[in-house]
């Protein structure tokens, strides 16, 4: 999945050389504690919340309230903010946003296009909306974890006997971190199998693979399979 496909927009961000009086109230006005700078649409700088705080500091105990509002009003963006900025581009994948998000320890990054125009935002809570999305979540049915022999045609196997119990897929997930060596940890989502089924099915899946555990999305039932 595409980033663009993800990002927020129209983003709120804000020109080099706006004051910092008109950043702080874009801040407290949107309930945000960062604004991408452009220039034009080029993003050239990022500022937050701290930055305004650190500019504003030195000068706040000698200065009385009109003092202070007059030299917000004249700083320039373009004099506190960071200008070296982490992006991401709009063609990036999730998890190569994820990525970036995850190694710099942030919550948020500007994505743009080829010409480095600023074109949205992503946020942690665009990436969980993602995972939501990828995962099937939204479709409330069952969610079963497995590991599976690494060989071909293993997976297809186990779609094909929840099938046969009238079962339709919402998603399937599989890597290879956490598990044995020629194996693999399979999350498979599916939906359309009758409860009274259920054990039936599990059953015939155990014959063919190490069951981890199973939810039950609609009745939030958890069930864990061999001391998991």
Known sequence: MLIRHWMS????????????????RLMKE????????????????????RDLKRASASDATSLDVHELLYLLSKIKISEIMT???ITVHQNWTVEEAADVMLERKISGVPVVDDDDRLCGVVTQTDMFKATLYITGLKKRGFHLAFVLEDTPGSIMEIVNVVRQFGGRMASILSTYERAPKGYRNVYLRFYDVSRDRIDEMLKILREKAKLRYLVDHRENRRTLFDNY
Do not use: F, Q, Y
């Open 9 to 24: 927009k129209p983003v709120i961000s804000i020109e080099k050389n706006d004051s910092m009086h008109r950043a702080s």
């Open 30 to 49: 949107n309930h945000i504690r960062r604004l991408p700078v452009v220039d034009k649409d080029t993003l050239c700088g990022i500022v937050s919340d």
């Open 83 to 85: 200008k070296n900025v």
